[in-house]
């Protein structure tokens, strides 16, 4: 089906299916169609520019149609190892200065605004405002991440609104946000390749729906405490920028079913492609984690005092040197202070760690303030004499242009010298991660870290929302597992609500570059089950197969590694009971499954798991048993022989 010269003001996606018509008059406007259904209508974009063209009756110069047909190997293949990157391509060439590209996939639409200008006399503009406007059905449900203001953490919990509610309401939303049309079909709307530029908010507007919002770019700041700069006075402008460039992407994931959203590819497709030519230090994997259970070994092979010292991360590097996992973090605490990077806690011996992490061969990962950060860039070269892996950068809580080209800056000089970076306190993934794949993930997400204020009602969306975006650092692994209402952990004894299944579950479902183990060693070692799945469980995966979405109430996935699936899905607070097929299976093998399901008594004691080893193939079905906050996990290996 060639559709994409049939209309000049309509594209088609490849399998005709997806449809987008765009109008220009004296603005551009564009309706959105799904199998001939309108989904999404009236809705509008502009680019204000400071000494811009004033406004036209006629904008429209000529049209340009093409399309796009290759293959993209992620360096960091988070859902599969190669992307079909298809679509059909309509550019239209504005009488202002500017053009607007417009793609249709099979399984969204996207567009990005590309100035032709002058400037000045150093080529650039000044971006007064970035005009989008979503004119939604006022019945449209819709589930964002609130802020209330530009220094979120992007950490809340959802919301859950009638757009006819929260257009009324003085909130912003983070991206990515999710439009449910209420008629089988839900959009999840977000941003890539954000460069040189503020990040995009959505708020409400009675007369247009949901409009853009932007921070303007910062012109006096004050610093508060040792890791924090906030913005005291904005410019009247959102970024000052080249003349001549492609702004963000805006796009819109177009989900008929709630697997789709799971399954989806649309952000890596429309992002850069990797400007590291050799990625092959790049190395993805599990890494364990010491701050969630504050440093505390116990037991009869703890002969020390435990703590933020010396003898407690060597048995911490004991630990992911016995279980095969490459890395170890030192969060807060292994340097004297946060404002000196330079100088490591006496009690910590850091140097030492290193030489006896490389004879166990795991490597180190140091925490630090992104303000700490900023001030010693330097230290990129001398952790690499040192012999760290990577950096864990935390509180930037900003996404300004001059924070967003922190974040690209921090990239690129870490890249350098061959690190790794993971951002916390951190917006969610704009693209960077598929420019510079070294940095490996991104919090943006409420994890795991708020104990209690980490509820399953709020995280069964993230694989519908934030996980599909881009890396998520949830920070999975709890071995202390309760329901809700009977939580009481705290550090060092941290828990987490749901239940253990729940928990190795999160370890398949959730992707991130860097994936961690949160808990005590200790536990981990008396959980030898447990802590064996999960420490077998990859972090990047060659296909992706979504097996049960429901939004809100369960997801279930399938992921397969070389010749080895994994499957983990977790629900809500309702138990349920449900058979899947085993059809993605090779139909020539059978497979030796073994899986961990609830327990029958784990709706009140959640650490009540069952383990189970059985034999199935391409024609069974399934039965998977999830208590209330609970899960399920399985791993299948092919049976030696020729199978069926």
């Known amino acids: 089906m060639n559709t994409v010269s049939a209309f000049a003001n309509k594209l088609f996606s490849p399998d005709g299916l997806v449809k987008v018509e765009i109008r220009v008059s004296d603005r551009v406007e564009y309706d959105i169609y799904k199998n001939n259904s309108l989904i999404l209508r009236n809705c509008s974009l ?31 293949a988070l859902k599969f190892a190669q992307i079909e990157d298809k679509c059909n391509v309509l550019t239209i060439n504005l009488k202002v200065g500017y053009s607007v590209e417009f793609r249709a996939y099979n399984d969204g639409v996207a567009y990005r605004i590309i100035t032709n200008m002058k400037g000045d006399s150093n080529g650039k503009i000044k971006v007064k405002n970035e005009h989008l406007m979503l004119p939604l059905n006022e019945d449209f449900e819709l589930h964002l991440q609130p802020a209330k203001d530009f220094t979120s953490n992007y950490e809340t919990n959802y919301i859950h609104s009638a757009m006819k509610t929260w257009n009324k309401t003085v909130q912003m939303s983070t991206l990515p946000a999710l439009i449910d049309t209420k008629n089988g079909v839900k959009v999840l709307f977000s941003e890539t390749a954000v460069f040189d530029y503020p990040c995009m908010f959505l708020k409400g507007d009675i007369d247009n729906g949901i409009v853009s919002a932007f921070s303007g770019v910062a012109l006096e700041e004050k610093k508060q405490g ?86 407690t991360y060597k048995y911490y590097i004991d630990f992911a040197s016995k279980k095969g996992i490459p890395y170890i973090i030192m969060d807060e605490g292994w340097a004297e202070s946060v404002d000196d990077p330079y100088t ?47 950096v864990k950068i935390d509180f930037m809580d900003r996404n300004d242009q001059w924070m967003v080209n922190y974040y690209e800056r921090v990239a690129k000089q870490a890249a350098r010298y061959n690190m790794l970076v993971d951002f916390h306190g951190s917006f969610t993934p704009r693209g960077l991660e598929q420019k510079y794949p070294n940095v490996i993930s991104y919090e943006g997400v409420r994890g795991l870290e708020q104990m209690e204020g980490c509820q399953p009602d709020n995280t069964i969306y993230l694989p519908f929302i934030r996980n599909v975006v881009g890396p998520m650092d949830f920070t999975p692994g709890a071995m202390i597992n309760m329901q809700p209402e009977v939580y009481g952990g705290k550090r060092p004894n941290s828990a987490a609500v749901g239940t253990r299944a729940y928990q190795l579950a999160l370890f398949v479902l959730f992707e991130s570059g860097v994936q961690m183990l949160c808990d005590n060693p200790s536990l981990y070692y008396k959980e030898q089950e447990c802590t064996d799945f999960i420490a077998n469980v990859p972090v990047t995966w060659d296909e992706t ?43 020539h093998k059978s497979y030796r499954i073994t899986y961990f399901e609830d327990g029958i008594n784990a709706d009140r004691q959640a650490m009540d798991y069952r383990r189970v080893v059985s034999q199935i193939d391409t024609n069974a079905e399934l039965m998977v048993k999830m208590s209330r906050n609970g899960g399920f996990a399985a791993v299948l290996t092919e049976m030696p022989g020729d199978g069926l």
């Not at 030489?355 to 166990?360: A, E, I, M, R």
């Not at 397969?560 to 085993?582: C, E, L, P, Q, V």
């Open 46 to 76: 502009g680019l204000d520019i400071e000494g811009g063209a004033s406004k036209r009756k006629d904008l429209l110069k000529n049209v340009k149609l093409s399309k796009i047909d290759r293959m993209i190997s992620p360096v960091v």
């Open 545 to 587: 197969r979504a097996l049960k979405a429901e939004l809100g109430q369960v997801a279930l996935v399938a992921k397969r590694k070389g010749s080895r699936w994994y499957i983990g899905g977790i629900t809500n607070g309702t138990a349920r009971d449900f058979k899947i097929k085993m059809d993605f299976l090779d139909k």
């Open 226 to 311: 040792d890791r924090f700069m906030r913005i005291t006075k904005a410019a009247d402008y959102i970024a000052e920028t080249d003349a001549k460039r492609s702004f963000p992407w805006r796009y819109f994931v177009i989900a008929s079913e709630d697997k789709d959203l799971l399954e989806t590819t649309l952000p890596v497709k429309l992002a850069p492609r990797s400007v590291i030519t050799d990625t092959d230090w790049i190395k993805p994997g599990q890494v364990s984690w010491e701050w969630w259970n504050a440093a505390s070994p116990y037991g009869p092979d703890v002969n020390f005092k435990s703590g933020f010292n010396l003898e």
């Open 344 to 390: 490591p806690n006496k009690k910590v011996d850091l140097h030492e760690l290193i030489k006896y992490g490389k004879q166990k061969k795991v490597d180190i990962i140091l925490w630090l303030t992104w303000l700490s950060v900023e001030q010693n860039m330097g230290l990129f070269e001398t952790f690499s004499q040192w012999g760290i892996k990577g």
